[in-house]
């Protein structure tokens, strides 16, 4: 049996599994408790867990296998600063998003002391230093290098910019007292994105030091290393998913993660997104096969609010049952009450309703963030399209996880918002995939079992989620 837990900005949560069955035995959740000892959480959500009818003894407990990853204490928060912000920066945010971080900060160009301050009062656990590709630019890096060297901050700073100019960042960066690590450029040429080097890295540092810097290593007596942060997981399973194992077992084919939760709303996909259009030109960086993005401003409980002022309380209505819709008043009232309650779930079918609106308008504007846009252009030789980004019409499948799809009764007309609106025909969302409710809430926990057992994890996330495959019909609510 493995227990595989998650340290989550609201909730800690345990799956057990036996890998030998490849089957999900049970699961219990807690909230998290950051402010007193991370540990009073995880041992509430022990108590909870419940496999066969019956609750673990100590004993089952303390010799069962342990894999824990976490978001909680705010996460993994990153400063990036780059030379061009469309070119080194974009793709050193590419990189943190897909290690499981969130972006706090983005600074391009020569920094000044200003800057300095300003990302000394972010409280940032990390900063990631880019620019130039190799052979390039040397003296911006560099530059700032020296600010940062000269700086107050006390993080560990990742140096992966031109190849020609780390070495003497380092020694810069040394010298000025502070911890650094070299790692490959994220840009080497203008046509390439380098990314794995910069999101194992992270990982390790974050396994290394940021988990101490956030008081988890209390934890770690008990369940071991904190694997990874929790994003990454998730990023791990889908990529799993899609690509199954090579030699071994095929994955399910191209995809996208849908997460939502109570901070954060995040898209993963695992997909090329080349268009296939005649007369289409790429415009900006390549993207990477295996992306995330993080919308701060979505999580249904700490940024309710967020999404009323972006949406209005009208189209939150609008997305509800008729046979349950409320006044405007009503729903504004009750959404803004769950920043100081959130922990809160509904308790009747209105809030029920209010819910699945609220998290169909997050999945909408998260994917709509995420996807590729496609614009019309004219060139010498006639129109042209223009793409930018991932263009995923053609993903073959779409998962939803996150409490909001494990707990409420109403799924996939939160998933469906995903899907491609020919009231917005540039933004190039999935248009016909088959559509998955992790209703089990093991996609995290499949990212952290696959990193010992794959076959078995490969094995439980293609057994659970078809059983989980949910019909959907176009314009089930006109919004």
């Known amino acids: 049996m493995y227990l595989l837990i998650d340290f989550g900005s609201t909730y800690t949560k345990v799956l057990a599994v036996d890998v ?17 000892s991370i540990l009073e959480g995880l041992h509430h959500a022990l108590e909870k867990l419940e496999i066969g009818g019956r609750k673990l003894t100590k004993e089952e407990i303390q010799s069962s296998k342990k894999l824990a990853s976490s978001s909680a204490a705010g996460g993994l928060c990153v400063v990036a600063i780059g030379l061009v912000p469309d070119l080194t920066l974009e793709a050193a945010r590419k990189a943190a998003l897909g290690a499981g971080a969130k972006i706090i900060g983005s600074y391009s160009f020569e920094i000044d002391q ?10 940032c656990d990390m900063i990631l230093l880019v620019g130039g590709t190799d052979g390039g630019n040397k003296t911006v890096i560099q530059h700032n290098a020296q600010m940062l060297a000269e700086s107050k901050l006390s993080v560990p700073i990742i140096v992966a910019g031109n190849s020609k100019a780390s070495s003497k960042c380092m020694q810069i960066l040394k010298a000025g007292g502070k911890y650094a690590v070299q790692t490959e450029n994220v840009l080497p040429e203008l046509d390439k994105i380098n990314v794995e080097p910069v999101r194992e890295c992270i990982r390790e540092i974050f396994m290394n030091r940021i988990v101490t810097a956030k008081g988890l290593d209390k934890a770690q007596d008990f369940i071991g290393k904190i694997a990874m942060p929790t994003p990454m997981a998730t ?3 889908a990529q799993l998913l899609a690509d199954g194992i090579n030699d071994v077992e095929e994955g399910i084919g191209e995809l996208m ?12 996909s695992v997909a090329k997104g080349e268009s296939m259009g005649v007369n289409v030109m790429r415009k900006g960086l390549p993207e990477p096969y295996a992306k995330r993005t ?3 401003d979505l999580g249904i409980r700490y940024n309710a609010a967020t999404i009323l002022d972006l949406v209005g309380p ?4 609008r997305f509800m049952n008729p046979e349950y819709v409320a006044s405007d008043t009503d729903v504004e009232r009750y959404i803004r009450s769950l920043r100081a309650n959130v922990e809160h779930t509904p308790e009747n079918r209105i809030e029920t309703e209010i819910d699945v609106a609220m998290a169909g308008n997050a999945v909408s504007i998260a994917v709509e963030r995420h996807a590729g846009t496609i614009k019309s252009a004219w060139g010498l030789s006639g129109e042209i399209q223009v793409l930018q980004g991932k263009d995923l019409t053609r993903c073959k499948n779409v998962v939803g996880t996150g ?3 494990a707990y409420n009764p109403y799924p996939e007309r939160i998933l469906e918002k995903a899907l491609y609106d020919e009231n917005n025909p540039m933004s190039l969302k999935p248009i016909h995939p088959r559509l998955y ?6 996609l995290y926990a499949m990212g952290l079992l696959s990193t010992v057992e794959p076959l078995a994890a490969l094995h439980i996330e293609k057994k659970y989620l078809l059983q989980n495959e949910v019909d959907y019909k176009e314009n089930i609510v006109n919004d």
């Open 20 to 36: 030998e069955s490849e089957t999900i035995l049970g699961r219990a959740q807690a909230p998290t408790t950051v402010e007193t």
């Open 314 to 317: 009208t189209r939150i209505c």
């Open 403 to 405: 409490g909001v799809f």
């Open 235 to 237: 990023l791990n399973a």
């Open 437 to 442: 409710v992790d209703k089990d809430y093991m």
């Open 114 to 123: 200003e800057t300095i301050e300003e990302i000394e009062e972010t409280g």
């Open 294 to 296: 993080v919308e701060g």
């Open 257 to 268: 993660v849908v997460e939502v939760g109570g901070a954060t709303t995040n898209i993963h």
